[in-house]
């Protein structure tokens, strides 16, 4: 296994639906990709000019500045009190980072990396280009013996799965009997919707309720693209058990891999406001709560969705028909498939197209042409 035995691209697969959702006379709505399409805060912006004198090479390891507004970050808006600076690291977005971690912890031909039954595609790529076997399974108790990696995803991406303390300790506890890393992807934690979420924070996996008293090898990766509306500056990192981060961060030395200078200043101060994160959720909130009631009188049922970027709908049959029927509504939404064997019949839908798109896809949905 390795580069060789990457598939196609699965977006290519969705041109025709896009063409066809085009097509519609008052235009596309495009729902398929967690692209932001909201402005980047002058906060940020400003931030971003202030460091364009970059003449010398920026640091892998993130200046000062930014890990220790990553540390007062994880302490303010995550519950994670005890964290150093050697506990973080920036990343060159996210997305790098998951496809890379098998990599860059070594693993191999014969090991296995666990992912969840719906997931994001890029755990799968990361296992496939470091050799390693996947294994697709959410509940700890079955994780294999030989597990090296195991991802969880909360608040999960397409389904919205938010994991609660005690999930998360069991998985802890499960992956220390393996042996395993477990990594926490959690770059839509401030997305909380429904239930207990929407008035409680949504629990990282180096909460202290949940470590048992260790960071051991626990990650928690995080982005600001969704947050921050910073996608285009690929700004994101990792925090966690200082051993662990300690063999990334020298992999990383060595590839060369570091986020640009005034990136890191902006990610600073984007970490430190959290104003402009309260606005734009509520942007994204007022999407969800046009959409989702349409989706319903539809007639697609919303699976979890509980927080997130997403809404994961289904009609109760494949998924592709969805999608043709929705593209001559002139909506594209994201095929189920995309995410795994265990997701043929739903479709998702992102909350990251303008307002005025999203009532759009309301009125159509509800059979008023828009």
Avoid at 71 to 99: C, F, H, M, Q
Avoid at 250 to 276: F, I, N, S, W, Y
Avoid at 305 to 314: D, F, I, K, V
């Amino acid at each position: 296994m390795g580069v060789r035995d990457l598939a196609d691209y699965p977006w290519d697969a969705v041109v025709a639906y896009r063409e066809r959702a085009a097509a519609h006379p008052g235009g596309i709505v495009d729902l398929a990709i967690g692209s932001p399409v909201d402005p980047t805060p002058d906060i940020i912006r400003q931030a971003l000019a202030e460091a364009t004198d970059a003449h010398s090479y920026p640091q892998t390891v993130g200046t000062p500045p930014l890990r220790e507004a990553i540390v007062e970050w994880y302490a303010r808006r995550r519950g994670v009190p005890d964290l150093r600076i050697d506990n973080v690291l920036p990343t060159i977005g996210s997305k790098e980072l998951v496809a890379l971690l098998p990599t860059l912890l070594g693993i191999g031909a014969g090991d296995i990396v666990v992912q969840p039954r719906v997931a994001y595609p890029t755990y799968a790529v990361g296992a496939t280009v470091a050799g390693a076997a996947v294994v697709s399974e959410d509940d700890p108790a079955r994780w294999p013996e030989g597990a090296k990696l195991i991802w969880i995803n909360t608040p999960g991406n397409p389904d919205g799965r938010t994991w609660t303390v005690d999930e998360l300790a069991a998985a802890v506890r499960r992956a220390r009997e393996l042996g395993a890393v477990l990594a926490s992807d959690e770059c839509y934690a401030e997305l909380g919707w429904d239930g207990r979420w929407a008035t409680e924070p949504v629990p990282s996996v180096l909460d202290p309720r949940v470590t048992g008293g260790t960071r051991a090898g626990l990650l928690s990766v995080y982005s600001l693209s969704k947050q921050s509306n910073l996608a285009g500056y690929r700004a994101a990192f990792v925090a966690g058990c200082a051993r662990v981060v300690g063999d990334i961060l020298t992999a990383r030395k060595h590839l060369g891999l570091m986020p640009p200078a005034p990136v890191q200043h902006a990610m600073a101060v984007a970490l430190r406001d959290d104003e402009h994160v309260a606005v734009q959720k509520e942007r994204y909130r007022r999407r969800r709560d046009l959409l989702r009631p349409a989706l319903v009188e539809a007639g697609f049922r919303i699976d979890g969705s509980e927080a997130g970027l997403y809404l994961w709908a289904t009609q109760g049959r494949d998924a592709w028909e969805s999608m043709g029927a929705l593209a001559d509504l002139g909506i594209l939404a994201g095929p189920g498939p995309f995410y795994g064997d265990f997701s043929a019949e739903h479709v998702r839908l992102s909350l990251t197209a303008p307002l005025e798109r999203v009532e759009a896809a309301a009125a159509r949905l509800r059979g008023r042409d828009s």
